[in-house]
């Protein structure tokens, strides 16, 4: 995989990264899942802050990071390693300053596991979608997520790109897609029931 | 009929509304993208927005030491320390006979392991107070700068603190004259619990309170013993981001000491007046008062955002030649002297002094005359730091690694030998129909979830 391509956001498959230790490519494996879940990770920040610029502060800090440490990490746990880094970073932006605003989304459980039910047994009214709590909790589980996951559930609900289309990004059949897509919406699913 | 059930055909439909209704925050360009991987040397984004913010720089990924880490002054006077001993990391320091490698001492304050940190201040006279305290701080296992300045690394727990401080108005104003009160506490596992003296409030306070009020101060002159076992766990009662009396209590003492304002933070749960931009909101929306005013605090926040990101290199060993030389630069703006002397067998201290402050800023009363001093021990490593000659009092900023904190302090009984009787906090709560457990708490799904414990907010 390219730099560009990982740039164009395309779901990365952290199996097919170089080994991390190998020390011809050790960095640029780093910077490749970096890349590749770049968007997602950005989208974690943007959420959990409802700041765009200070997403884009948590992401060079991340970066900073991200080139300091993770040496020993294994390439496919290196998303997991920097999502794990993500948070401890928002944990620490929030402790310093002392509190976080008030349009901040924050999580429900009661509601997410509420939401979690009620997604699988009967379509959900447009009223209930237009309230913030729920939408919160729809974003914050659906940034939880791995990248690849994310990217596919983004690609196909919310840019309402067909099967095909996404097929023919990812390189896979449509068959497979339709495969990933089930997998991902229980992992949304799960990621709702999971929230404490 | 889905290939996959009725369920995940109802969960499909179900995405597709909320694709058609939620909105997502907006895709990254490519000139964000690349922005988050400049190289250090370049300035982190500075948004018009930020001119003129309250918050201080957020501190590094971590935040361990957090009383220290918040307060700016501080910060600087660290970032000092760190200053100097990384410079001399790269230099040899000649000793008589034997010379210590200036990496050794980078070194070992980088990987030196220690249980706890201690802090002691005395003397500190800013703000028309006169503060003396201090603070030990143990945690549940070792830990190391390196181990800090890891964000992955597992963060070591608090399992004893010990604080006390005293501040005293020093008569210079109206505002502060009069006042005198003294709190200590001790914290673990076992015991929590604080001591309150209320020996005076300023003059200008009491004009105004209600004639019980000196009746209560007069309960309070030989001091109030707080028993905090009733509380919630440590943690909370430590560092929790809401109402945190205690913790609040010790960071005001501490910010009064740092000479920044002693406003109290607003001790409510309800929106931060000074929250950041939101998503909606263009940052530009928040016009500055002039164009001069924010392109130097542009300037200030991208020296100041250069210099940290300078220190964090140094102190992760990735710093080159470049970086080395800025902060030799910035350390030679700071102090006129510097000099490493050997003072015993194998002890070696590194001095710095003559700081050069503007000398009508108020940084020229506080640190103007201070000396800078770290000891080395071959061997153990960094063993103190300390500021002396500090603000008009010619008071004294103390730092050091512990590895346990005493226990007589640690214990309330001396204040029970003295016939000071416990007040149960936790019952009187309980007593008044309260409660201390947050678990008795029904959120409600219309009301917002600020006075969640949301430590585990992912």
Same mark, same amino acid.
């Given at each position: 995989m390219s730099l560009s391509s990982a740039a164009a956001g395309v779901p990365f498959d952290a199996g097919d990264a170089p080994a991390i230790d190998d020390a011809s490519t050790a960095p640029s494996a780093m910077q490749l899942v970096f890349e590749a879940c770049g968007a997602a990770l950005h989208r974690y920040f943007a959420v959990r802050t409802g700041d765009m610029h200070l997403?884009? /502060?948590?992401?060079?800090?991340? !970066?900073?990071?991200?080139?300091?440490?993770?040496?020993?990490?294994? $390439?496919?746990?290196?998303?997991? !390693?920097?999502?794990?880094?993500?948070?401890?970073?928002?944990?620490?932006? !929030?402790?310093?300053?002392?509190?976080?605003?008030?349009?901040?989304?924050?999580? /429900?459980?009661?509601?997410?596991?509420?939401?979690?039910?009620?997604?699988?047994?009967?379509?959900?009214? $447009? /009223?209930?979608?237009?309230?913030?709590?729920?939408?919160?909790?729809?974003?914050?589980?659906?940034?939880?997520?791995?990248?690849?996951?994310?990217?596919?559930?983004?690609?196909?609900?919310?840019?309402?790109?067909?099967? $095909?289309?996404? $097929?023919?990004?990812?390189?896979?059949?449509?068959r497979a897609v339709e495969g990933r897509l089930y997998r991902a919406r229980q992992a949304l699913r799960e990621q709702l029931a999971s929230v404490a | 009929m889905s290939t996959y059930g009725d369920k995940d055909e109802m969960l499909d439909r179900n995405l597709r509304q909320i694709g058609r209704a939620l909105e997502l925050p907006p895709t990254?360009?490519?000139?964000?993208?690349?922005?988050?991987?400049?190289?250090?040397?370049? %300035?982190?984004?500075?948004? %018009?927005?930020?001119?003129? *913010?309250?918050?201080?720089?957020?501190?590094?990924?971590?935040?361990?030491?957090?009383?220290?880490?918040?307060?700016?002054?501080?910060?600087?006077?660290?970032?000092?320390?760190?200053?100097?001993?990384?410079?001399?990391?790269?230099?040899?320091?000649?000793?008589?006979?034997?010379?210590?490698?200036?990496?050794?001492?980078?070194?070992?304050?980088? *990987?030196?392991?220690?249980?706890?940190?201690a802090v002691e201040l005395v003397d500190i006279q800013a703000e028309g107070v006169i503060f003396n305290g201090r603070v030990q701080l143990l945690f549940d296992q070792p830990f190391s700068l390196a181990s800090l300045d890891d964000p992955a690394a597992a963060e070591p727990e608090p399992q004893a603190v010990y604080a006390e401080f005293r501040v005293r108005g020093d008569g210079s104003n109206d505002e502060t004259a009069g006042l005198d009160v003294e709190v200590s506490a001790g914290l673990t596992e076992q015991d929590k619990w604080a001591f309150v003296r209320l020996s005076g409030l300023p003059n200008e306070v009491m004009k105004d309170v209600p004639p019980f009020v000196p009746f209560l101060l007069n309960m309070t002159r030989n001091g109030l013993l707080l028993d905090l076992n009733g509380l919630e766990e440590l943690e909370s009662v430590l560092g929790d981001d809401e109402a945190d009396e205690v913790s609040a209590a010790v960071s005001e003492a501490f910010a009064l000491a740092a000479g920044e304002s002693t406003a109290r933070p607003d001790a409510g749960v309800s929106a931060d007046s000074a929250a950041p931009a939101g998503v909606d909101q263009h940052p530009s929306a928040a016009a500055p008062a002039s164009a001069d005013q924010d392109q130097a605090a542009s300037d200030e926040q991208r020296r100041a955002a250069e210099i940290e990101a300078a220190l964090h290199e140094i102190l992760s060993g990735t710093a080159g030649a470049e970086r080395i030389a800025l902060v030799a630069r910035e350390l030679e703006q700071l102090a006129g002297k510097v000099a490493v002397n050997q003072v015993s067998h194998r002890v070696w201290e590194l001095s710095a002094s003559e700081f050069r402050v503007d000398a009508d800023s108020d940084e020229a009363a506080f640190i103007g005359r201070a000396k800078l001093t770290i000891r080395y021990a071959q061997g153990s490593g960094i063993v103190s730091a300390e500021l002396a000659e500090v603000g008009p009092a010619n008071g004294r900023i103390r730092f050091g690694f512990i590895d346990e904190v005493d226990p007589t302090l640690l214990s309330r009984q001396r204040f029970i030998d003295r016939g000071i009787v416990p007040i149960d906090v936790g019952g009187l709560i309980t007593m008044f129909g309260g409660s201390t457990d947050d678990s008795d708490d029904k959120p409600d799904p219309s009301q917002t979830k600020r006075d969640k414990d949301d430590d585990d907010d992912d």
């Open positions: 997403a884009d /502060d948590l992401m060079q800090q991340l !970066w900073l990071a991200a080139r300091g440490g993770g040496g020993a990490i294994p $390439a496919t746990r290196l998303e997991f !390693w920097l999502r794990a880094v993500a948070k401890n970073l928002l944990r620490s932006h !929030w402790r310093a300053r002392r509190r976080r605003p008030e349009h901040v989304p924050m999580p /429900d459980p009661e509601l997410a596991v509420e939401l979690a039910g009620r997604l699988v047994a009967h379509e959900l009214p $447009a /009223d209930e979608l237009a309230r913030r709590e729920v939408r919160d909790q729809l974003l914050l589980a659906l940034t939880e997520l791995p990248a690849a996951e994310q990217e596919l559930l983004i690609g196909c609900y919310f840019e309402q790109r067909s099967h $095909a289309e996404l $097929a023919g990004r990812l390189g896979i059949s449509e | 990254p360009t490519a000139a964000q993208r690349a922005a988050w991987t400049l190289p250090p040397s370049r %300035p982190l984004s500075i948004r %018009p927005s930020d001119a003129g *913010e309250a918050d201080p720089p957020a501190p590094h990924a971590k935040s361990k030491g957090k009383w220290l880490m918040q307060r700016p002054r501080m910060l600087a006077a660290g970032a000092v320390l760190a200053a100097c001993a990384a410079l001399f990391a790269f230099f040899l320091l000649p000793s008589g006979n034997q010379a210590i490698a200036a990496s050794t001492i980078f070194r070992s304050l980088r *990987e030196a392991v220690h249980r706890g940190l």
